[in-house]
């Protein structure tokens, strides 16, 4: 077996080469539109179904695959340079560890999006509000401690409501949504919001008129509605949420902290949620990895995580990041000017990187013990503009799945997946069912 550690690299950037016209539109018609129509944000439940059936990663990864046979480097210009992608762990460090400044993700169809529903978020901020916000969130969420300081109270918030979920013969989607649904709002802001599902049905509202990628114009009375029971949570916030640590975190007028708050709940929500679905299913699909994962309970541990860790890489919930150049630079021997889109496909990067060649498969020890970062590998993603609620995410992942484990036996109705083999390029959780039964 070839590790992802096996693999890394600290080398110098390769080069960037130009491709062809019509090598640059097949990437665009595979990679590219195919990522904005199944939701940039949310994933769409139709579209899901179509681009599934279609098998469209597989497609785009055998166009991308061909561009990185015939040129090789680190990754390509496109379109005569409007565009670039990367492939190259050298080049993708580069951009990644350079984020918030060279290469910002406050342009393009992001940004745009998230006009409608978070226009001050973190994720698509640069220069001294990106450092002023991501201090804010890397204290609330954490970003530094293996172990969150509520991490007590939040397992508690997760074994009362596995407690709760009432599920049986089978488990579908919907069930499972519920349940990362009032967690979410318990973690965020408290026991007195778990039945607030006006506020998650706001965002979800503001994120799908995001995904339509059009102009922004007057904020709309769903987002000053959102705005507002937001704030009137942080007036008041309850002892043991995430909003109980904001007063002690560092900010300032840049901050906008009630903008930051989405991002916590749409993380939580929806993808770890699909995170954590389709890490179940590879768990019942695999009587093997089951048992070993078993052994791990009541808490989980590290085998847990890493099988959390190999369905987030091996399913991204994020299909495509982007960055903009923000003045004209060099990237690999390349020129990029000001306002190129540099793209990491990472349905392609998680999946044929080169020099490891079990990418196809579910292997939980990459992610165990001291392996050094994988750049191409970006799930949670790397660099300056990594993922600030990384642990967070994987101790709430972790503490769903052993709860659910340990109350109930899984096994895998639809779709098919492999025991230990070269698993589907494309899993659709919203179409994954379930046959539960008490243990």
């Excluded at 899901?48 to 990864?61: E, H, P, Q």
């Excluded at 965020?188 to 339509?212: P, S, W, Y």
């Excluded at 699909?285 to 847990?304: K, M, Q, T």
């Amino acid at each position: 077996m070839s590790t992802a550690t096996e693999a890394r690299s600290e080398a110098a950037v390769g080069r960037l080469h130009d491709a062809s016209l019509g090598e640059s539109l097949k990437f665009v018609a595979t990679g590219l539109l195919p990522s904005l129509a199944r939701g940039l944000f949310k994933p769409r439940r139709g579209a899901m179904k179509r681009l599934t059936a279609l098998d469209m990663d597989t497609r785009a990864i055998r166009a991308l695959s061909e561009i990185r046979d015939k040129h090789g480097g680190d990754g390509a210009r496109l379109l005569g340079g409007r565009l670039a992608v990367l492939w190259g762990a050298g080049a993708i460090r580069e951009v990644l560890d350079n984020s918030a400044t060279d290469y910002a993700s406050d342009g393009g169809a992001k940004a745009k999006g998230m006009c409608h529903f978070q226009p001050d978020a973190l994720t698509v901020s640069r220069g001294a509000d990106w450092r002023d916000r991501r201090a804010f969130n890397e204290s609330v969420l954490a970003y530094s401690e293996r172990v969150h300081p509520l991490a007590d109270r939040f397992l508690s918030v997760v074994e009362d409501e596995v407690a709760r979920l009432r599920i049986g013969p089978v488990l579908e989607w919907d069930a499972f949504e519920g349940l990362w649904d009032h967690i979410t709002l318990r973690v965020v802001f408290g026991d007195h919001a778990r039945g607030d599902q006006e506020l998650t049905g706001l965002l979800a509202k503001l994120m799908n008129q995001g995904q339509r990628l059009v102009g922004v114009g007057e904020p709309t009375d769903d987002y000053y509605e959102l705005y507002g029971k937001i704030e009137r949570y942080l007036a008041d916030p309850q002892e043991g949420s995430l909003l109980s640590l904001v007063r002690e975190a560092p900010q300032s007028d840049r901050t906008r902290v009630a903008h930051q708050v989405p991002h916590w709940m749409f993380a939580m929500r929806d993808t770890l949620g699909a995170n954590a679905y389709r890490a179940l299913a590879v768990i019942a699909a695999d009587p093997s990895l089951c048992a070993r994962v078993r052994e791990e309970l009541p808490e989980g541990g590290e085998l847990l995580e890493g099988v959390l860790h190999e369905a987030m890489r091996l399913w991204p919930t994020t299909p495509l990041l982007a960055r903009e150049t923000t003045r004209d630079l060099e990237l690999g021997g390349a020129r990029l000017a000001e306002g190129t889109q540099v793209m990491m496909l990472n349905v392609f990067n998680h999946r044929r990187p080169e020099g490891i060649d079990d990418a196809d498969r579910v292997v939980p020890e990459r992610w165990m013990g001291d392996n050094p970062t994988e750049y191409r590998f970006n799930h949670l993603s790397n660099g300056t503009q990594d993922c600030p609620g990384g642990p967070l995410v994987l101790l709430l992942g972790r503490a769903v799945l052993a709860r659910m484990l340990s109350e109930w036996s899984f096994k895998l109705v639809e779709p098919s997946l492999p025991a230990g083999g070269d698993q589907p390029t494309m899993l659709d959780f919203f179409a994954i069912r379930f046959e539960v039964e008490p243990r």
